[in-house]
């Protein structure tokens, strides 16, 4: 095969990339071309399937180094979050594939060990990487292999409590491993923090990592003068880097080094790495490296969808829940003072920029520190403000314990705004929201309210706020309304009557039910759909009055099996003895759903209307049997 074309010129190098060996064959002087070339096939790619642009375009030369210095085929390289590794991808034979990034049956936008052996480990969520790659250093000492291991995590999540447990950890365990901390002062907004001063304190102290280098060169040759040398080490440390938490916990720490010198960064990765202790190398990067929208906007083009590469011109979106939501919030907020916004470094995509903006002193960011932003919550609900924390499905996964511990034994007001319940879409198994329904079921005088539509979710909004007087939750999907624009805040609620089943849904999948109703009526089969507006607490009296009518239960619904609606709607049905003809849940199995449009997933799973449908007629046969 050729060398391939992109943007007017020719891909001489990245055509010949397919491992961590080939990187290692080439010449220093066509590292800056491939290091290149990576950024515009990454633009270029991008440009067409959407997918995370600043953070990865900012890694390319780190990436190379890594490849350089690392066999990724057999050392262990553990990605914090994942969403910088696709010049790792495209490096370890998944060039050619690229333009099914984030596609559904394509390659995923993170880590995926299932699609190569090179990437170590599966990644989504923030703060776990050196804690994984501790336990791969630990279980290659056990098993006395010799492989390399290296984690790679962001300044970003260093604000999530994890990542200390680990560092400390690592820095007293004396395994051989360099954690690689990537330093661009953004995570997907800029960082916020002790930590993110710190850092910054760091960054203007280039000369340290060339004295280190120096000394242990020296020394290293002389060690009958390394203690005399040590204290006078320890004078100069103090002086030139102040401050140093990393050092201080006992990591050997090395930099910064500026994340954009290949070279210098594969001669000093391949020093941490000979050191064969826990070394800490700080490498300070710009997000967006090399692409000027990229640069001048770091957040806005963190995870994008299509765009124009010359220009970045964005494909603009309408109006989704996040947005109308953000915009709910400001109106109560400007009824009562005691209203405050949290959010978990994702102002942006949880629709709270506005809020920020309007409200400053009531907004507070916590970084990616879910469980950190739950215990604040239930600190300022237990002394009167109304806290409401906007965060996704699946980074509330983090925040479990708090939930129960902090918030649910003491009753407290907490009101829950969590974006993206239900499926995603091109991000896949790391970031739908589909165990929160069990989760949240389980919570102690919990309160889940499912909004359908816009109108819903600002009354619902509202309840939450003003009525509910324990802790509340509001899950509602990525995306935009439906057909459905109605509004009720009651528990349940008939949305058209039918005799022969009754078919039960929550929140948008309201849609796919009216569409699957219609499917029905043609085929002579009348759907009694009733939809519910609050999932906890719920007597279900309307569905089980249904069910004593039709004997047919057809729940659907965007989450796992387990805890799910249908499962307590089953045992409802059983313990008010109500004897059912056909029962069929339909939801999403174990909840370890892959990537794919919203919609082709819901078609694969039988939860688009047609799927709903077909599922109907199975129960609604003579021949149907019980599920």
């Known amino acids: 095969m050729g060398p391939s074309e992109i943007r007017g010129f020719v891909l001489s190098i990245l055509d010949k990339i397919n491992s961590s060996e080939d990187v290692k064959k080439l010449n220093a002087d066509e590292l800056l071309p491939l290091c290149d070339e990576l950024r515009s096939f990454i633009i270029k790619n991008v440009s067409r399937t959407g997918g995370h642009l600043s953070s990865n375009l900012g890694t390319v030369e780190l990436t190379v180094a890594l490849h350089r210095v690392y066999d990724t085929a057999y050392d262990r390289i553990v990605f914090d979050v994942g969403h910088q590794s696709y010049a790792h991808k495209i490096i370890t034979g998944r060039r050619d594939s690229f333009a099914t990034l984030r596609q559904h049956g394509g390659i995923s936008g993170f880590p995926k060990p299932y699609e190569k052996e090179d990437d170590a480990f599966i990644a989504g969520h923030a703060s776990n990487s050196v804690s994984v790659a501790l336990g791969m250093a630990r279980a290659r000492t056990l098993a006395g292999e010799d492989y390399d291991v290296a984690a790679l995590i962001g300044d970003g999540a260093l604000t999530g409590g994890l990542a200390y447990e680990g560092l400390a950890n690592a820095a007293s365990s004396g395994e051989p491993m360099v954690i690689i901390l990537n330093d661009n002062n953004m995570s997907i907004n800029e960082n916020v923090g002790g930590m993110a001063r710190l850092l910054q304190d760091m960054r203007v102290k280039p000369g340290y990592i060339s004295f280190k280098r120096w000394y242990r060169e020296v020394f290293c040759k002389l060690p009958g003068l390394y203690r005399f040398n040590h204290r006078i080490k320890e004078w100069l440390k103090r002086k030139l880097l102040p401050g140093n938490a990393f050092g201080e916990m006992g990591l050997y720490y090395l930099g910064p080094v500026d994340g954009h010198d290949v070279n210098k960064l594969e001669t000093v990765l391949r020093w941490a790495k000979d050191m064969r202790e826990p070394v800490l190398l700080h490498v300070v990067t710009t997000k967006g490296k090399g692409c000027p929208y990229a640069e001048q906007r770091p957040d806005m083009y963190h995870g994008v969808g299509k765009f124009d590469p010359e220009t970045g011109q964005l494909e603009q979106s309408g109006d989704s829940f996040s947005s109308k939501f953000g915009e709910y919030l400001c109106e109560y907020a400007a009824q009562n003072k005691m209203i405050a916004a949290i959010t978990a470094a994702m102002a942006g995509g949880t629709g709270l920029d506005a809020f920020a903006k309007c409200f400053p002193e009531r907004f507070f960011d916590t970084g990616i520190a879910e469980g950190h932003a739950v215990a604040m919550a239930a600190g300022m609900a237990k002394q009167g403000a109304v806290p409401v924390f906007a965060v996704y499905s699946s980074f509330l996964q983090r925040g479990y314990d708090m939930l129960i511990h ?222």
């Not at 069990?438 to 309840?463: Q, W």
């Not at 449009?597 to 039988?606: A, F, I, K, N, R």
Request: hydrophobic residues 40%; proline residues 4%.
């Open 406 to 627: 902090d918030v649910a034994l003491q009753k407290l007001h907490v009101v829950l705004a969590v974006d993206r319940a239900g499926l995603v879409g091109s991000d896949g198994e790391t970031h739908h929201g589909l165990f929160d329904v069990n989760y949240l079921s389980s919570v102690p005088g919990m309160t889940v309210l499912c909004p359908a539509s816009f109108s819903e979710l600002h009354d619902m909004l509202g309840f939450a706020i003003k009525e509910v007087k324990g802790p509340v939750a509001l899950r509602y999907p990525r995306g935009g309304e439906g057909e459905y624009t109605g509004s009720s805040l009651a528990p349940e609620q008939l949305i058209r009557p039918g005799n022969d089943l009754t078919l039960v849904c929550y929140g948008t999948m309201v849609n796919q039910a009216l569409a699957a109703a219609e499917i029905l009526a043609k085929q002579g089969i009348g759907a009694e759909i009733i939809k519910l507006g609050w999932i906890r607490p719920n007597s279900f009296t309307m569905t089980l009055n249904s069910l004593g009518k039709t004997g047919r239960l057809l729940v659907a619904e965007e989450a796992c099996a387990p805890g799910s609606v249908g499962e307590q709607l089953a045992a409802a049905a059983a313990e008010n003895a109500i004897t059912l003809k056909e029962i069929k849940l339909l939801n999403l199995g174990d909840g370890i759903v892959p990537q794919g449009s919203v919609q082709e997933l819901l078609h694969d799973y039988g939860l688009d209307g047609e799927g709903i449908a077909r599922s109907a007629l199975e129960i609604c046969s003579d021949n149907g049997k019980t599920q």
